[in-house]
């Protein structure tokens, strides 16, 4: 990763980040194929929607015969976290148009949004409408023809999560926080351990009271509040 904000910096950097795509894009489809889906269906659905948790939920609810406005209901609850990484990103975006800042927030991900701040530490704390672009769009590419890639081969694969598929985003935001924790030379490290042991330990404990979305956005809140709070505290 390096200063440049243009759009093939934006497509070159993201393709590390988006190999994580191909796995879950698979294991979506091939849910998605062993559910009655067609693969125009399963690949319509990824240009349409394009939220990987989302994806999966609408088809488990399809099944049970949900009605649409619980299913619109849900993927919204979902995404709401979308609302507060938007919001972090518009800042830097703020002279750009309106019509760049919808296509970037309609292509938004977490992916995209953690590379983005990441990114920031190259950059002097700038970001370019070129180089998000770049690789929003790389990703949704990616992302789509994957699953459609899973919808083909659904009737090959059983089960997704014997070959690991599961885990592949996982493992994607694993190697994402530790490259921006070793890049981020404004707080100490181990001040940045210290926050992701307590994130852990609070998004653990909040699932015991609350769904899992629920205790995302609250550990999210939380977590940068007790973050700004210990740093004001600590250049005292």
Known sequence: MNEQLDFE??????????????????????VGKTSGLSVLEIFLMSLITYAGSAQFIMVSLMLVGSSIPFIMLSVFLVNAR????????????????????????????????ALSM??????????????????????????????????????????????????????MFIGLLYLQMITDKSKAFVFQIFMVVVVCFLMYGLTIFFSNNVALIVTTLVG?????????????
């Open 9 to 30: 910096t934006g497509v070159r950097e993201a393709i590390p980040t988006v190999l994580g795509y191909i796995g879950i894009g698979l294991a979506f489809g091939v």
């Open 82 to 113: 979308f609302i507060l990484m938007s919001t972090t990103v518009a800042q830097y975006f703020r002279k750009d148009s309106l019509g760049q800042n919808i296509g970037i927030g309609s292509l938004l991900t977490d992916e995209s949004f």
């Open 118 to 171: 990441n990114k920031l530490n190259f950059t002097d704390h700038h970001l370019k409408p070129g180089w998000i672009h770049g690789a929003n769009i790389v990703a949704y590419l990616t992302w789509a023809f994957a699953t459609a890639a899973g919808g083909l081969l659904g009737n090959l694969v059983g089960d997704p999560k014997a070959f690991g598929l599961d885990f592949a985003l996982v493992a």
């Open 224 to 236: 940068c509040f007790l973050g700004m709070v210990i740093e004001q505290w600590r250049s005292r």
